[in-house]
């Protein structure tokens, strides 16, 4: 078993730069999770799917933030234009069924 | 909403036993997670506790479970500094996971 699979494992860029993450979920998981975490706001849900569709964005921060997830087997979370307070670790979950979510590694976002 | 809450340190010497508190607020969970963190990784699944149940235990760790309370613990014998890191307490949701704050577990040796 491969796991949740992240990419890229770190990102810095500018501000301003548009910033893909992307995310794998392990075969056969129908539920996926976005989650930032920070030190201050700790770790925070930003949307779920269920069957490759959106159940809940109401954690998404602003129209910047957008996720897609095209099939079963990817998505991708998206900023656009990035800002300096985006920095953050960025967490990609799945589960199957009503089972415990499994995390990826996570990607570092770091915005200048 | 659902509010999960555990404190933020806790620190402990090598080979003692370490205990990881957590409240929540949704009496209707059906299950309650424990995930552990270490440097750079993500969240790692470490137990976890069905809602009609007391108690789990699983070698090093234990988990408590109160309900009346809705009080949760994790508790770790023989701690070793391989266990320092972070934990998280969850509990489930209709489709969703709510997460604690996380408590920070240094382990001195």
């Known amino acids: 078993d491969a796991g949740v699979i992240q990419s890229p494992r770190h990102e810095v860029t500018e501000m301003g730069q548009e910033v893909t993450l992307r995310c794998k979920p392990i075969s056969g998981h129908n539920s996926l999770f976005w989650y930032r975490q920070t030190m201050m706001r700790g770790l925070e849900l930003l949307i779920y799917?269920?069957?490759?569709?959106?159940?809940?964005d109401s954690g998404m921060p602003e129209d910047r933030f957008s996720a897609k997830m095209p099939n079963a087997s990817f998505s991708t979370l998206k900023i656009q234009p990035s800002e300096p307070r985006d920095s953050a670790v960025y967490f990609c979950a799945t589960t199957g069924g009503s089972g415990p979510q499994h995390f990826g590694d996570g990607t570092r976002l770091s915005i200048l | 909403g659902e509010d999960v809450e555990q404190s933020l340190f806790l620190s402990v010497r090598e080979g003692d036993s370490s205990v990881i508190n957590c409240t929540y607020t949704d009496s209707s969970s059906t299950y309650l997670y424990w995930y552990k963190q270490e440097p750079g990784a993500g969240l790692q699944l470490l137990t976890y506790?069905?809602?009609?149940?007391d108690m789990k235990q699983d070698q090093r760790l234990t988990v408590l479970l109160n309900k009346k309370d809705k009080h949760l613990s994790l508790r770790i014998a023989d701690t070793q500094t391989g266990d320092s890191a972070i934990y998280f307490c969850?509990?489930?949701?209709?489709?969703?996971?709510?997460f604690g704050t996380g408590t920070r577990l240094t382990v001195i040796p």
């Open positions: 799917f269920n069957n490759n569709v959106p159940i809940d």
């Open positions: 969850a509990e489930s949701g209709a489709n969703n996971l709510f």
């Open positions: 506790i069905f809602s009609n149940m």
